[in-house]
C-alpha cells in the first residue's frame, strides 16, 4: 500500500499524488489514508492526534522522505515526514495548539511515535535548499539514496551532509530529549561515504551560530533582539502570482488571512508558513531580510 497524507482543506491525497506523479508510480497500490482515521493523545503535549487508521495497522511501514530543508522546523527529514500520519486539515489545528516552535516539535515526536517507521530511505538524489519545502526553495542535485532503521540516525548524517550541527535543529532535538536516539555522528555506523555539500543554503530563518571567528560580524548584521522578530514575521505576498483561490485563507490555522476586499494578514500570525507552504502559485513567500542576504 502507497499512501500519503498532504495538508490543506481542499486538497484530496488523489489529486495530489496525480500532480506529483505518485498515483502512477504507484501502479494501482495507491491509497487515500486519511479515510479513516483514529485519535490518540500525543505522550509529549496531550494534543489529540487525529491520525490515519492505515498507519497504525500497517505490519511494516517504510517512511519516504526528501533531503530538504524547511522554513518552520529548518529541516524536513525521517522524523518530521511521519507527521503525514496526521489526516489533512488536522495537521493545521495541532500548529495553532502548538504556537511555538519547541512546542511543535514536541508535538511531530510524538507522531512519529504512534507508529515509528520499521524503515527509512531518504531520496537526497534531488534535493531542495533555501527556503524549502515549496515554492521557495531551489532544486540541488546531491545524488544519493539514503537509508537507516534509525530514524535520528538518519536525520543527524543528513544535517551533517548539509554543514550544520544537528543540535540546532528543534525537531532533531526533542527526539534526543525524548529518548529517540543521538545526536552524535561518532556513535553512528555510517557505511558509505559521508560527504558535506558545499554551500548548501539553510533558510533565512535559520539563524547562524556566533562563534569565535564570527561573533563580531553577526553582532554587526543582527542588532539586539533582531531574530526574535525575524522569526515571527509575516509572510509576504506576491500579488502578480496569485489567482485568487483562497487555499491560502481556508487553510490558515490561525484564521488571519484574507483575500478580500484586499489581501491582508492580521496581528494574530503565528508564523506557521502553512500558506507559503500550501500556495500552488509561490504567491507567498518568507521575505528576505538584508543581513541573512550578507551574511
Known amino acids: 500500500m502507497v499512501g500519503d497524507n498532504p495538508g490543506g482543506i481542499n486538497r484530496s ?5 496525480a500532480v506529483t506523479g505518485i498515483l502512477d508510480a504507484s501502479d494501482g497500490h495507491f491509497t487515500s489514508i486519511s479515510e479513516r482515521v ?3 493523545i500525543g505522550a509529549e503535549t496531550g494534543f489529540t492526534l487525529v491520525v490515519s487508521r492505515a498507519a ?3 505490519d511494516y511501514i517504510i517512511n519516504i522522505p526528501v533531503f530538504k530543508t524547511h522554513m518552520g522546523m529548518m529541516v524536513s527529514g525521517a522524523l518530521k515526514n511521519t507527521f503525514g500520519y496526521v489526516a489533512g486539515a488536522c495537521k493545521a489545528r495541532l500548529y495553532l495548539l502548538a504556537r511555538n516552535t519547541e512546542t511543535f516539535a514536541r508535538v511531530i515526536c510524538g507522531v512519529h511515535q504512534v507508529h515509528p517507521p520499521d524503515l527509512h530511505i531518504m531520496d537526497a538524489i534531488t534535493a531542495i535548499e533555501g527556503n524549502g519545502p515549496c515554492h521557495g526553495g531551489q532544486l540541488r542535485q546531491v545524488g544519493k539514496l539514503m537509508a537507516s532503521t534509525d530514524r535520528l540516525a538518519l ?6 551532509m548539509m554543514g550544520i550541527d544537528p543540535g540546532r535543529l528543534p525537531v532533531q532535538e526533542q527526539a534526543q530529549v525524548q529518548g529517540l536516539g543521538t545526536l552524535s555522528k561518532a556513535e553512528i555506523d555510517i557505511q558509505g561515504e559521508l560527504v558535506p555539500i558545499p554551500n548548501l543554503k539553510m533558510p533565512v530563518t535559520f539563524a547562524p551560530q556566533a562563534g569565535e571567528d564570527n561573533r563580531a560580524e553577526i553582532a554587526r548584521l543582527y542588532p539586539t533582539g533582531m531574530m526574535r522578530s525575524r522569526l515571527t514575521v509575516k509572510p509576504s505576498y506576491r500579488k502578480d502570482r496569485c489567482i485568487q483561490c483562497g487555499d491560502c485563507a481556508l487553510n490558515c490555522p ?11 494578514i492580521a496581528d494574530g500570525c503565528i508564523a506557521c508558513y502553512c500558506c507559503v507552504e500550501l500556495c500552488s502559485e509561490g504567491a507567498l513567500e518568507v521575505p528576505d531580510v538584508e543581513a541573512f542576504r550578507h551574511y
Open 254 to 264: 490561525a484564521q488571519v488571512l484574507t483575500l478580500k476586499p484586499e489581501f491582508s
Open 155 to 160: 536525520d543527524v548524517a543528513m544535517a551533517w
Open 38 to 40: 483514529v485519535e490518540k
Open 56 to 58: 497504525l495497522e500497517a
Open 13 to 17: 491525497s488523489h489529486h495530489v499524488a
